[in-house]
T-cell receptor, first 116, second 114 residues
Framework: AQKITQTQPGMFVQEKEAVTLDCTYD???????LFWYKQPSSGEMIFLIY??????QNATEGRYSLNFQKARKSANLVISASQLGDSAMYFC?????????????FGSGTQLTVLP | NAGVTQTPKFQVLKTGQSMTLQCAQD?????MYWYRQDPGMGLRLIYY???????DKGEVPNGYNVSRLNKREFSLRLESAAPSQTSVYFC?????????????FGDGTRLSIL
């Protein structure tokens, strides 16, 4: 079974609108972390936001927020007030405590296109 | 402000050739990683090094070897390149301590095997 599932290969959003990118995960660990990365067309991987499994509040970083629903094992990324520069591939990733070097498992990504 | 530096950025090889991808980080991180990224599959872990002197296999280690030369440097070697190894390769590093520390990535190496 896939550990990280991103069901939206591609998404479109109008500039200045909000968009939600879906991520569901599968783990038997009680302690784990969820990360979102952005990969623009230039190729680099940019860290956006982190959510810990024991965090009581949803994480927020500027225009990025996480809609974390632990019981449903989902960690959706919400981007508010989309900008043209938000067009990129977005990856959800999970770090489980059982990994000895805290390695990340990535989803297959969602390609977001922001329309003017 | 270098972070994680990968060399080369691009490389074309013929089947059967060997090469080493270099990675260095200047953040004094203990853990380093090598991933490959193929279209539609996200990033998959090839090898990692939890600390200087240790290396371990990840999800897709076949056809690769690694060396943790010192705390800063972690290299990935293809002994006999195959077309299936055409991919974008990313090196990453992470420090110890807080659980919420993200991995920091290099800019990637685009490798084509003909």
């Amino acid at each position: 079974a896939q550990k990280i599932t991103q069901t939206q290969p591609g998404m479109f959003v109008q500039e200045k609108e909000a968009v939600t990118l879906d991520c569901t995960y599968d783990t038997s660990d009680q302690s784990y972390g969820l990360f979102w990365y952005k990969q623009p067309s230039s190729g680099e991987m940019i860290f956006l936001i982190y959510q810990g499994s024991y965090d009581e509040q949803n994480a927020t970083e500027g225009r990025y927020s996480l809609n974390f629903q632990k019981a449903r094992k989902s960690a959706n990324l919400v981007i508010s007030a989309s900008q043209l520069g938000d067009s990129a591939m977005y990856f959800c990733a999970m770090r489980e405590v059982s990994g000895s070097a805290r390695q990340l498992t990535f989803g297959s990504g969602t390609q977001l296109t922001v329309l003017p | 402000n270098a972070g994680v530096t990968q060399t080369p950025k691009f490389q074309v090889l013929k089947t059967g050739q060997s090469m080493t991808l270099q990675c260095a980080q200047d953040m004094n991180h203990n853990s380093m990683y090598w991933y490959r990224q193929d279209p539609g599959m996200g990033l998959r872990l090839i090898y990692y090094s939890a600390s200087e002197g240790t290396t371990d296999k990840g999800e897709v280690p076949n056809g690769y070897n690694v060396s943790r030369l010192n705390k800063r440097e972690f290299s990935l070697r293809l002994e006999s390149a195959a077309p299936s190894q055409t991919s974008v390769y990313f090196c990453a590093s992470r420090g110890q301590g807080e659980y919420n520390q993200p991995q920091h990535f290099g800019d990637g190496t685009r490798l084509s095997i003909l």
